[in-house]
């Protein structure tokens, strides 16, 4: 009996200390990880890179056709400045933290261009062809206002444009270096976005991944045809052109073989030739280690700015990390605090209802008892 009474008292202290406990599990449960970027913004940053990618083919291809048809060294120079530098400022609007942002800022180098072409400082860059390069940046324009047609209604429309046209009235591009300010810290002033706001557009880290991946891919696919540019844009700056380059070849190789038919006869006459050898190719090499310089240099600048696009990244995620693992700490401590009270009332009312049933079965035993014996005597 004592036994059973025993077993019954250990299961009415312990029922309710696992059904304690298991809630509490359920309380303790916490999500790691930043909030997600909604699938429409994600997908206008996608938009926005694959915009960038659009842009640099339809200017590359139009920049070719006029180095192409054109046979001014001063217009050949002008098309390569303009699909090197338009491109790389595409790429830097594409790749804004923030994806409505990176939307309107290639929107707004859009319009920049087109009035760089059409009556800015670039209105003659490329002589009898500037009206094909109106066009094109007049169409790249167009593209723009459809990308982001997708994803904003006509009167949000109407009124990011009456934004990008009122900065770029004050922010013009002056000439085909496209240096330019990111429009997209103006943009969110403009919508009074507030700085906690511009962090969440980060999205989770898997969102962060993909989206240094697409910068990566874009970067890397557009790298070596930005440093072949550089070059022959260097080699026309210097003034030594392919022609050039192949006489000085073909003179060295004219000197190689008398070279090797005077050698034997003539060892005077060889050595003239020699250092005639010598003093022709030391332009060249000059030519050259200015050119290794310079494509160094740019790509010294490429790395550096994508260094520094990481690196703000990376300090907005680390910022976010920390804030996440702040929240982390406290849902902890406030769900262990709400189990542990949660627990403890239980526990106390267990124990009064354990310490108390016996005071409560032996007074209604001994009523019982009363009542029977009074019942007993009466009769």
């Not at 060295?252 to 022709?280: C, H, N």
């Not at 106390?348 to 007993?376: C, D, E, K, N």
Request: hydrophobic share 45%.
């Amino acid at each position: 009996m004592i036994s059973m009474c025993r077993r019954s008292l250990l299961a009415m202290v312990l029922i309710p200390v696992a059904c304690v406990l298991c809630s509490g599990c359920s309380l303790m449960k916490i999500e790691l990880g930043g909030d997600p970027m909604p699938r429409t913004e994600m997908n206008a940053r996608v938009s926005a890179h694959e915009f960038a990618e659009h842009f640099a083919l339809v200017v590359e291809a139009e920049a070719d056709s006029i180095l192409a048809d054109s046979t001014d060294r001063t217009v050949q120079m002008n098309a390569l400045r303009w699909k090197i530098n338009s491109i790389d400022a595409i790429r830097a609007a594409a790749f804004r933290t923030h994806p409505y942002g990176a939307q309107v800022d290639c929107w707004t180098l859009c319009y920049q261009m087109v009035g760089l072409l059409d009556t800015g400082g670039a209105a003659r860059a490329f002589g009898p062809y500037q009206p094909r390069a109106v066009a094109v940046a007049r169409q790249l324009l167009n593209d723009a206002e459809k990308m982001v047609s997708n994803y904003m209604p006509d009167e949000r429309q109407t009124q990011y444009r009456s934004f990008i046209v009122g900065y770029v009235a004050t922010h013009p591009i002056v000439d085909l270096t496209f240096a330019r300010e990111p429009s997209t810290p103006a943009f969110l002033d403009y919508l009074d976005v507030p700085d906690s706001a511009r962090v969440q557009a980060i999205g989770t880290l898997p969102q962060v991944v993909h989206n240094y991946g697409s910068q990566m891919s874009i970067w890397s696919d557009q790298w070596p045809r930005q440093a072949r540019w550089r070059t022959e844009l260097l080699v026309m700056e210097r003034d030594l052109d392919q022609v050039d380059l192949r006489s000085h070849i073909d003179s060295l190789t004219a000197y190689a073989d008398r070279i090797a038919t005077i050698m034997e006869t003539s060892p005077q006459l060889a050595r003239e030739i020699t250092d005639e050898l010598v003093a022709g190719l030391d332009p060249i090499l000059v030519a050259a280690e200015r050119q290794r310089i310079a494509i160094m240099q740019g790509l010294d600048e490429q790395r550096i700015a994508l260094t520094e696009t990481i690196q703000q990244e990376r300090e907005i995620i680390l910022a976010s990390v920390d804030v996440t693992a702040v929240r982390v700490a406290d849902v902890a401590m406030t769900r262990l605090h709400e189990g542990l009270t949660a627990y403890l009332l239980w526990l106390s009312i267990m124990t009064a209802i354990v310490l108390g049933l016996p005071f409560v079965i032996g007074y209604i035993t001994g009523r019982a008892v009363s009542r029977s014996r009074r019942v007993v005597a009466e009769t």
